[in-house]
């Protein structure tokens, strides 16, 4: 220091004296300060709690209960299925199908827990590292983007809260989880998890995944196949491995790599070389399937009878399992024979396009006036003009416009024609309303330019139907197998001959008259009207189809007595008890007719049809079915036989109504049926096994068209679904019961062959009904005949005296 320095500085003072209070020590005024700052410091946390505290108390009311989800019952898919499992349709409002945690493979479940949460069995609900994380970065955007979802908030966003993305519905989640992880155990909260969880395609849970990617049940699934669904509920549409195959499999191996990297942590037990194999195998996607129900029509009656025995809303909710009768192997042929058989018919009535316009004034009569189309009914309509673009068919409906697609009528239009060349300006056809018009939109119609149809099989023995066909379209709809009303024309005679023959009052051999003749002003005629056969065996009768024995039989019946048979034999339909009955005029459902014929085959022995076989909910406890009437007899076993031999006879006749049939080569019963102005078709038959039937016509009434019949368009379509029914099955003769007679007759008068006749036949009997009459050789003149001509009844030679026992 320079001697100016040591000059200038100020002499030091003594410290002043303090003046009351001694100095306090620096250690203690630090002290002080960090008291402070520990008590400011405690205050703002104490706040900072109060206010957690709060806001968790205000977001903390009015929560759902946890408790709720022990009950765990999300909607699930219901399956029909047939008599061999196999698929035949599904309903859901969600794709899902809950399966335990037992049939989740481990391998699956270390998957889950790699992709998503691998401190899940270690964590009580929540993460909170990551929860601050996401809280921070939310609050510095001012909107929540961030997650920190554990599997149990997952759980509670999805299950307990809705999913919009708020702090408020976040703070709620973080309380529900923690509520959650208090309420259930880990194996539960995993188990709701994997069964509720989105995988993409519209499939939740790991059972519907497994089946949509692999086409396997999720017991059966590898770890590479694991990992891959484990990676998808991050982003099931970008993630999916059918849409996007390459991120899938970049997100299956960061799983696997997942697997790896926490392995000895968390799961020891999984081999490293099984994640390393899983990494170079290549994992097969099972070829997604176009959604095709095959048989709509038992699938519809399956599920209104599940609706009639749970009811509406667990119906709905889903979970069923539906065991029905039905081959989905004969199902498909039924559809094929009926759809070829119905295109023969479009092909033989000029049905198909190109539909030209008809000669003349194209118009259309106006509907009546203040009347609108109705959705469902059937209209004449007229083409006014085409869109090839857009497939449209422009058409008049008397004044009301409407609009179809010539994409509907695919069936009629075989060549693929153009909208505008399929239906020309001009061209008449039938439409069908399915939705009505709009202001701004005309009336959207179906064609309806060919007849439909139905099928019906059953095995005789057990009532199971087999086949249910409602249309030629595997669409739901109008089931005219179970619901159509229609004439059965001659396929009526077997319900009046079966009676006829068991009661005795006629046997096979008896003859009836074919002759004109007239009751109560009405006069019934013969298919072809200008024939007539006179003295006519009952068995012949039938083989060909003669009317006017039928109604002879009848009257001899009474028509009352015939229709309180027919109601033994299952028919509901209401039946006029008039002479018109023995044609076939009273309307009846093809399933009973067909039912009725099943108890020919059945030895007499009735029972209702049966379709649904079991019902199983969820948790695999069978729903009770309702119960079944025992089968009751209703007619004899010799008189079942005998009708069954008679119905042969139309196969195997050579000018049998029938005979077409005999290309299957083996024992056969049936029945043609035409009804009045040709607006049915029919044919039902059976074999010892199986009994079907056919009916073809148009759902307005209007003809088929000249030369279609039951032998010309129904009995093909029962060939080619039969020929199907029975390529895998030996030829079996009809069975014959004891109490049946045979005899030698003569073919012409039905009398006992007289002793050396050379064109005898062989003839059955119920036993004691054996004519008594021999037949007089023709060197002979026989007075009986002439007189029972002249009588127009029957020989009463060939009434038995006393009824069978």
């Known amino acids: 220091m320079t001697k100016r320095a040591e000059k200038a500085a100020p002499p030091e003072k003594p410290a002043a004296k303090a003046k009351g209070k001694k100095a306090k020590p620096a250690r203690t005024e630090a002290l002080t300060w960090t008291m402070r700052l520990c008590g400011v410091g405690f205050f703002f946390l104490a706040l900072g709690t109060l206010g957690v505290v709060s806001v968790f108390s205000y977001y903390g009311r009015d929560l759902p209960t946890v408790a709720t989800l022990k009950d765990y019952d999300p909607p699930q898919i219901s399956r029909v299925l047939d ?12 794709r899902r199908t809950v399966v335990p945690m037992s049939r989740i493979p481990r391998v699956l479940v270390l998957s889950v827990l790699a992709a998503e949460d691998a401190d899940f069995y270690r964590h009580t609900g929540l993460d909170y590292a990551g929860i601050a994380r996401a809280l921070i970065y939310d609050t510095l955007r001012g909107r929540p983007t961030q997650g920190a979802s554990t599997i149990t908030q997952q759980i509670v966003k999805n299950l307990l809260l809705t999913p919009e993305r708020t702090i408020a519905r976040k703070v709620r989640e973080l309380i529900l989880a923690r509520r959650l992880e208090q309420e259930l155990g880990k194996d539960q909260i995993l188990f709701l998890y994997l069964n509720h969880i989105n995988f993409g395609h519209g499939r939740y849970g790991v059972e519907e995944a497994s089946r949509f990617y692999f086409g396997k049940h999720v017991q059966e699934l590898t770890l590479a196949e694991a990992s891959l669904i484990a990676g998808i509920p991050q982003a099931p549409a970008r993630l999916s491995p059918v849409q996007h195959p390459e991120a899938a499999r970049r997100r299956q191996l960061y799983v696997l790599d997942q697997l790896g990297a ?8 999984l081999p490293q070389a099984s994640i390393d194999q899983a990494r170079q195998q290549e994992v097969h996607l099972r070829k997604p399937e176009q959604s095709q129900e095959l048989a709509p029509e038992a699938a519809e009656v399956a599920r209104e009878l599940l609706v009639s025995l749970v009811g509406d809303e667990a119906a709905r909710r889903g979970g069923y399992t539906i065991e029905t009768s039905i081959d989905l192997g004969l199902e498909v042929a039924a559809r094929t024979a009926l759809r070829n058989g119905l295109l023969h018919v479009d092909e033989r009535q000029k049905l198909q396009g190109p539909l030209k316009p008809r000669k003349g004034d194209a118009r259309l009569a106006p509907l009546a006036s203040g009347s609108t189309l109705s959705v469902g009914r059937a209209y004449d309509a007229v083409v006014v003009s085409a869109n090839n673009a857009s497939g449209r068919i422009m058409l008049d409906l008397g004044g009301q416009r409407g609009v179809a697609q010539v994409a509907d009528a695919a069936r009629w239009n075989p060549k693929s ?18 939705n009505l018009a709009t202001d701004d939109q005309p009336a959207r119609v179906r064609m309806l330019l060919g007849p439909q149809g139905a099928v019906v099989v059953i095995d005789p023995r057990t009532r199971e139907v087999l086949a249910l066909i409602g249309g030629d379209e595997a669409s739901y709809g109008f089931n005219r197998a179970t619901n159509a009303v229609r004439q059965p024309g001659s396929t009526w005679k077997a319900i009046e001959y079966a009676l006829a023959l068991d009661t005795g009052k006629f046997t096979p051999a008896s003859v009836v008259i074919d002759a004109p003749e007239v009751y109560d002003q009405w006069k019934p005629n013969n298919f072809e009207t200008w024939e007539y056969a006179g003295a006519v065996r009952l068995r012949e009768a039938l083989a060909l189809s003669i009317n006017l024995v039928a109604v002879r039989v009848t009257a001899e019946l009474t028509p009352p007595k015939v229709v309180e048979f027919a109601r033994k034999l299952g028919i509901t339909s209401e039946l006029d008890p008039s002479l018109a009955l023995a044609l076939g005029a009273s309307a009846v459902r093809p399933i009973e007719l067909v039912n009725a014929y099943a108890t020919f085959a059945a030895g007499g022995r009735f029972s209702a049809t049966r379709i649904v076989k079991r019902i199983r909910d969820s948790q695999g406890n069978e729903v009770a079915l309702p119960k079944r009437a025992p089968p009751q007899s209703v007619l004899s076993p010799q008189g ?38 040709v607006r049915d078709a029919w044919f039902v038959g059976f074999t010892p096994e199986l009994v079907a039937g ?10 088929l068209g000249k030369s279609e019949t039951g032998a010309n368009t129904a009995l093909p379509i029962w060939i080619e679904l039969m020929k199907e029914a029975v390529k895998d099955r030996p030829a079996v003769d009809f069975p014959v019961p004891s109490g049946i007679a045979t005899a030698k007759i003569d073919p012409k008068t039905g009398k006992l062959a007289y002793q050396g006749q050379t064109d005898a036949i062989d003839e059955f009997f119920l036993a004691g009904t054996v004519p008594t009459e021999v037949a007089t050789p023709p060197d002979v003149v026989d007075s009986g005949t002439f007189l029972m001509e002249q009588l127009g009844g029957t020989a009463a030679a060939n009434h038995p005296k006393t009824p069978p026992p």
């Not at 196999?86 to 409002?93: D, G, K, P, Q, V």
């Open 83 to 94: 008599r061999k499992g196999r698929l035949i349709a599904e309903s859901f409002t969600e």
């Open 262 to 269: 926490k392995r000895a942590q968390y799961w020891d037990d």
């Open 417 to 434: 024609l153009s909208a505008g060349v399929f239906a020309e300006p001009g061209a008449h056809l039938r439409v069908s309303v399915e």
């Open 640 to 677: 079942a036989y005998l009708i069954t031999s008679l119905l042969t006879s139309v196969i195997q006749h050579p000018s049998g109504t029938g005979r077409a049939a005999q290309v299957l080569k083996r024992p056969i019963a049936g029945k043609t049926g035409t009804s009045n102005r």
């Open 694 to 703: 056919v009916w073809v016509g148009y759902d307005d009434l209007r003809p």
